[in-house]
């Protein structure tokens, strides 16, 4: 029993330790950019040894890949989060799209214009990168299957995908005008592409 115990507490602090390290790794990239992650100040910052850092992530691009794939799990568990409201599809569709192009427009349009980056130029990256998009378009076509009963899955897929990029580019635009407006058109456009131009 005491072993149980002490395994239980040892991977408490493990996942407590993996958190820090994350957190601290997404404030530097956030913060300071690219450059500026370094494995030995992140350690440095979280308390905690460069070998002990390294028994977690082995490498800079093993630490900023969990990083990253954190960040798109918080966007998965955002969208099932809306999606379980009891609100109309489409409501819940605009909901989403909303959260999203805020969201991406935030620091966290940061940790994803990464990933981005590095796919283009690291291969377990681009695995990794479409990996997590695989997942955010099942969310998606399940939101827009929602708002457009009977639609077959290829067209909610290639509509989760379109609606997507649209966030994705929405994210990425500048001098934009006022927020609220700019979110407003973007919602609406998305809505035009869930919904087929309003025909399903």
Known sequence: MPSITRTTRESAKGATTRTRILAETRRVLVDE????VVLRSVAESVGIKLGNLQYYYPTRD???????????????DDIRAVAASAGPPLDVLTQVVDHLVTKWRSDSGTVGATLGFLRM?????EAAYRTVYAAFYEEIEQVIER????LPREICRLRARLL?????GAAMQVDVGPRRTYVRSVSDAALRIALGDGGG
């Open 33 to 36: 950019g690219y450059d500026a």
């Open 62 to 76: 093993d630490l900023l890949l969990a990083v990253m794939t954190a960040e798109a799990a918080t966007d998965i």
């Open 121 to 125: 130029h690291k291969p377990d990256v």
């Open 147 to 150: 708002a457009v009963p009977g």
């Open 164 to 168: 997507t990029a649209l966030i994705d």
